[in-house]
């Protein structure tokens, strides 16, 4: 006869978080795709566009990211949706995008707990290597943002257990 053995497996802090509005650089901030042209320029596309305006592409995406890495909500703009743990600020410092090549993104990040206590500022920079086209440009946007939500989420639950969060490698 085989013994069962049961193991309890604390249960992570979830916390309910904040994530504020998402800084973009100025001279992508438009509804169509601006690309990198040669080491100084840039071109706009015309007709290629996001679906809303970048800002509130990369935060919903963002938002959506951290939401399942940290297996919680983002209470932005719900009304009792519960206290908030913790506020998550996230400013992109370059998007950028050569297509064929790379969606690049830099990032300056923090994440504070709305109670006082532990908080962390870090900052990130993520290359994502494309294939050709804007359909693989776009995913590639996405999968970094994927890679930078996986990080602050690293330390968000740091934050959020009072433990000593520290920023990834750059």
């Not at 169509?32 to 800002?55: C, I, K, S, T, Y």
Request: proline fraction near 8%; glycine fraction near 8%; charge should be positive.
């Amino acid at each position: 006869m085989a013994l069962a053995v049961i193991v309890a497996v604390p249960t992570p802090v979830v916390p309910v978080a904040v994530l504020l509005p998402v800084g973009v650089p100025a001279e992508v901030d438009r509804p169509q795709l601006v690309v990198r042209r040669g080491a100084q320029g840039v071109r706009v596309l015309d007709g290629e566009r996001w679906a809303a305006p970048l800002a509130d592409e990369a935060r919903a995406a963002l938002s959506a990211d951290l939401a399942r890495e940290l297996d919680a909500r983002d209470a932005s703009g719900l009304p009792r949706a519960g206290k908030p743990r913790l506020r998550i600020k996230v400013d992109l410092r370059r998007f950028e995008s050569v297509p064929g090549g790379y969606a690049l993104i830099e990032a300056s990040w923090a994440v504070r707990s709305v109670q006082g206590g532990a908080g962390v500022v870090c900052s990130s920079a993520i290359r994502q290597e494309v294939g050709p086209g804007y359909d693989a440009l776009v995913k590639g946007h996405q999968q970094a943002l994927r890679r930078l939500a996986a990080q602050i989420a690293a330390a968000a639950r740091a934050v959020a257990a009072q433990g000593a969060p520290t920023c990834p490698p750059r």
